[in-house]
């Protein structure tokens, strides 16, 4: 049974940092499809970064680009999010999530493009606060 434990959110001042930390048991992270989504109260769930774990592809959403990065770590299992000049709109619960099917069918664009339902398996989600 896939596993998804997502740690490291918090509450920081704008223009702070945090890294996230996605722990995956049950299941083994490279050559696959991984992400962060987040959702903030009243909107609906976004796609933040994406990592296809056999060659290292990476995708932002316009509005994380230049301060988010998310990396991998194969022998930790673990995917990870570093944030950083974080600002208000970036407050939500964040999500790590896995698909193990869908990015090695069609390659690392899926991992952005792909439906988020598709993404199989979800961690409970770890909530970023960002002060003004």
């Known amino acids: 049974q896939v596993q998804l434990v997502e740690s490291g959110g918090g509450s920081v001042q704008a223009g702070g940092s945090l890294r996230l930390s996605c722990a995956a048991s049950?299941?083994?992270?490279?050559?696959?499809?991984m992400g962060w989504f987040r959702q903030a109260p009243g909107k609906e769930r976004e796609r933040v970064a994406v990592?296809?774990?056999?060659?290292?592809?990476?995708y932002y959403a316009d509005s994380v680009k230049g301060r988010f990065t998310i990396s991998q770590d194969n022998a930790k299992n673990t995917v990870y999010l570093q944030m950083s000049s974080l600002k208000p709109e970036d407050t939500a619960m964040y999500y790590c999530?896995?698909?193990?099917?869908?990015?090695?069918?069609?390659?690392?664009?899926?991992?952005?493009?792909?439906?988020?339902?598709?993404?199989?398996?979800w961690g409970q989600g770890t909530q970023v606060t960002v002060s003004s």
């Open positions: 999530a896995a698909d193990s099917r869908y990015g090695r069918l069609y390659g690392s664009s899926w991992c952005w493009t792909g439906a988020m339902y598709r993404y199989g398996s």
């Open positions: 990592i296809y774990t056999d060659d290292g592809s990476t």
């Open positions: 049950g299941y083994t992270i490279s050559s696959n499809c």
